[in-house]
């Protein structure tokens, strides 16, 4: 997994999006989008309603054919 994966570390280019800077760590890929839920940092009043966080899991699963549940 990537290990840092966020806003910063997330560019597009001529390749289209690319996530830079990896750490290379191996972990279970659910463990990748922590920082999702956590993000952006300057609204926290916004990012933790539990329908922001319900919402953000539905979609990250339906992306990555990742368990839903495992994702939350």
Not at 1 to 16: A, E, F, K, V
């Amino acid at each position: 997994m990537h290990g840092d994966l966020n806003y910063d570390t997330i560019i597009q280019s001529d390749r289209g999006w690319l996530a830079i800077d990896p750490k290379g760590i191996v972990a279970d890929p659910c463990y990748e989008f922590g920082v999702v839920f956590r993000n952006p940092p300057m609204e926290p009043t916004r990012i933790a309603t539990p329908q922001r966080i319900l919402n953000l899991a539905k979609l990250l699963a339906s992306e990555t054919n990742l368990d839903e549940q495992r994702i939350l």
